[in-house]
């Protein structure tokens, strides 16, 4: 496989490798482009994920997503998993951002997506929730932090490629059946 042209932005990748992505992630992924200057990781912004979520708000609400306000529960978004009595939502996740049409799960992760397992848990949430046909996982190029041993230096986490690797080993396994019609992976 050939690399993508250095310049390109944000990183993506659409799996099943098998299918071509879908209409609807070029939208997405152009959301991601028009934030470069605010976002991009492969600069040295190191933002934490409710940050980024906060700056690409205004595009993905363009695109019919309903995307998490704040850290009120009535600003989260919710998306069931189970269903108890009367019909009522028994477990729910929250998720950052979601869209009804065509089904789309959005997270958006920074410093843990992978030193944190973060990549794990979404996959796992996201698989449960209703409703979920594809899901969109957001993530840094490289996080950068401070080395707890020394407290100083920098230790660089290459986020995206570990994200990349886990979904490719997934997808070419099969003892691990995704749910989804498609997975989104960005690298931003």
Not at 13 to 29: E, G
Not at 67 to 96: C, N, S, T, W
Not at 176 to 182: R, S
């Amino acid at each position: 496989m050939s690399s993508p042209p250095k310049d390109q932005y944000p990183r993506f990748v659409f799996f099943p490798l098998t299918q071509r992505p879908p209409m609807w992630a070029a939208n997405v992924i152009g959301v991601f482009s028009a934030a470069r200057g605010q976002i991009d990781t492969t600069k040295g912004l190191q933002k934490k994920s409710d940050d980024v979520l906060s700056i690409l708000r205004p595009g993905l609400k363009g695109l019919k997503f309903e995307v998490e306000e704040g850290k009120k529960a009535k600003q989260k978004i919710q998306r069931p998993a189970l269903f108890g009595e009367m019909g009522e939502p028994g477990h729910k996740y929250e998720i950052d951002a979601y869209n009804p049409d065509p089904g789309i799960v959005l997270e958006i992760e920074a410093g843990r997506a992978i030193k944190g397992n973060a990549i794990y848990r979404d996959i796992i949430q996201m698989s449960l929730m209703l409703d979920a046909k594809f899901a969109v996982i957001a993530m840094p190029q490289a996080y950068r932090h401070k080395q707890k041993k020394t407290r100083t230096g920098t230790t660089e986490v290459p986020s995206y490629t570990s994200g990349r690797k886990l979904l490719e080993a997934i997808y070419a396994s099969p003892r691990l059946k995704l749910p989804f019609e498609g997975i989104l992976l960005i690298g931003y």
